[in-house]
């Protein structure tokens, strides 16, 4: 009897360990089979041809190449709406994307993703996370707007006495919102203390001209879009004498500092977004069980003196891919 249960035993120990080499060799045949497959990644964001973009796009060309997947970036405009993003995802998949880049605008929300995540995977890009239930890759939007603010007060040395600020975005996304109560906080107790104000602000958005603003000592830029247009005006002596300070990722936005039209440049990682965003879509197709994360893209504070120093020449060169 002692033989026979020794015999059962040891025959569920090999029948165990049968199945167990038949699963781990079926997880292998997935992983070979999925291997096979070239993956395409297609990413949506606002006014893709824009050229505060190209860090970022040079940032995907790079990690497609690194994780062998192919990747598209859909053509939109600047009005880009929810409902065209939606629009515009179900155009991609149809085309072939197992998974999707996509940067939030308007009425974008958690339903909305929902509705995406249930087909392919999503990583999101340059938005406020809050709100979004998934995962972002993104600067700290509210310390690219702090930082910015803490740079025109070290211009000054705090003391900002009676001066006049005008505040110029393109469009009221939850990113611009976060930079502009960065800028804000950061200005406060300097305003309260020194009789400084903000005099107007104004959203290029709707129509408006900087030239047609009141006069100000600073205009301050939440986007590279204004940042350019108010460069421009600037050029132009449309600004009434008022000094630029703002947040860009363009050549543009560098060329205007380097002229001295722009006092002081805070600029975002566009290729590490880039590059970060698409690894981690890359990786969620190709590995059974990861899970992409929110991922956090460095800025910096750029001044005409320094642009073209060491520490500064990688982020201008992605800026010009």
Known sequence: MAVLKNNKKWFFVIEAAVVAIVLVLAVLFIWAKNGEKTYKISIIVRDSDSRQWSAFKYGLKKAAEDCKVEMSVASTGESLTAEEIMQTVDSEMENGADALLIQPVGDFDQQMIKKIQKKAPVMLVDTTVERTGAPCTQPDHYAVGESLAKALLEDYNGNIKKKTFGIVQTNHSEAVKKRKQGFLDALDSSIQRHGAKISWSASLAQGMSLKDQGRVDFIIALDDRSLVAAGEDARGNNLHGALVY??????????????????????????????????????????????????SVRHSVIRKEELFSKKNQELLFTMSQ
């Open 246 to 295: 703002g947040i860009g990722n363009s050549t543009d936005a560098v060329y205007y500092l380097d002229t001295g039209i722009v006092q002081c440049l805070v600029a975002t990682d566009g290729f590490y977004m880039g590059y970060a965003g698409l690894t981690q879509a890359a990786r969620c197709l190709s590995r059974p069980f990861y899970e992409m994360r929110d991922t």
